[in-house]
T-cell receptor, first 119, second 111 residues
Framework: GAGVSQSPSNKVTEKGKDVELRCDPI?????LYWYRQSLGQGLEFLIY????????KSGLPSDRFSAERTGGSVSTLTIQRTQQEDSAVYLC?????????????????FGAGSRLTVL | AQSVTQLGSHVSVSEGALVLLRCNYS??????LFWYVQYPNQGLQLLLK??????LVKGINGFEAEFKKSETSFHLTKPSAHMSDAAEYFC?????????FGTGTRLQVFP
């Protein structure tokens, strides 16, 4: 597609429920990132996929969080047994290749985000 | 490890005034640096990036930033603020394989 698409745009759930957030990256982009944006906290890295390599999960805050990327394209972020502190905007971004000082100044293109509210 | 610090979580200026948003970085290797802007209920949009080609980088919407290695800074400026510039601005540095973002600066523009 023309841009990074995320769904749902808004999700309200009850504490303890599971939620799934979807990201459809730009076609052909091999790198896909998830970030979490909490009020006053900036953007917190969660997880990164690059092609068929094992994902970098170092930013996931707990084992209630998981993500997968099927066929090197669409990604789903799953939060199990949601807690109120999980309330945030979850942003997905993609890039032609991974970003980093050894990979050139690849630019991340972000989706509009999924706003999660846990009651 | 790489990191960025944005000084001032809120900046207020009058329309037509100079905009200055501060960013200092820490990096063990020559950095790639970025400024992104986030308008309400939208994702982040790239304003400009520094890739070592030139220390003064021009971006969209009249913004520019200057890389100063001696000061480890990459401050964002715009000579004359418009009401439409009201948004949140994020500075970022390339880590090993991800972007590391600052906590953001919310810019308010008053008429």
């Amino acid at each position: 597609g023309a841009g990074v698409s995320q769904s749902p745009s808004n999700k309200v759930t009850e504490k303890g429920k599971d939620v799934e957030l979807r990201c459809d990256p730009i076609s052909g982009h091999t790198a896909l990132y998830w970030y979490r944006q909490s009020l006053g906290q900036g953007l917190e890295f969660l997880i990164y996929f690059q092609g068929n390599s094992a994902p970098d999960k170092s930013g996931l805050p707990s084992d209630r969080f998981s993500a997968e990327r099927t066929g090197g394209s669409v990604s789903t972020l799953t939060i199990q047994r949601t807690q109120q502190e999980d309330s945030a905007v979850y942003l997905c971004a993609s890039s032609p290749r991974r970003v980093g000082p050894n990979s050139g100044a690849n630019v991340l293109t972000f989706g509009a985000g999924s706003r999660l509210t846990v009651l | 490890a790489q990191s960025v610090t944005q000084l001032g979580s809120h900046v207020s200026v009058s329309e037509g005034a100079l905009v200055l948003l501060r960013c200092n970085y820490s990096s063990s290797v020559p950095p790639y640096l970025f400024w992104y802007v986030q308008y309400p209920n939208q994702g982040l949009q790239l304003l400009l990036k520094y890739t070592s080609a030139a220390t003064l980088v021009k971006g969209i919407n009249g913004f520019e930033a200057e890389f100063k290695k001696s000061e480890t800074s990459f401050h964002l400026t715009k000579p004359s603020a418009h009401m439409s510039d009201a948004a949140e601005y994020f500075c970022a540095v390339s880590g090993a394989d991800k972007l590391i973002f600052g906590t953001g600066t919310r810019l308010q523009v008053f008429p």
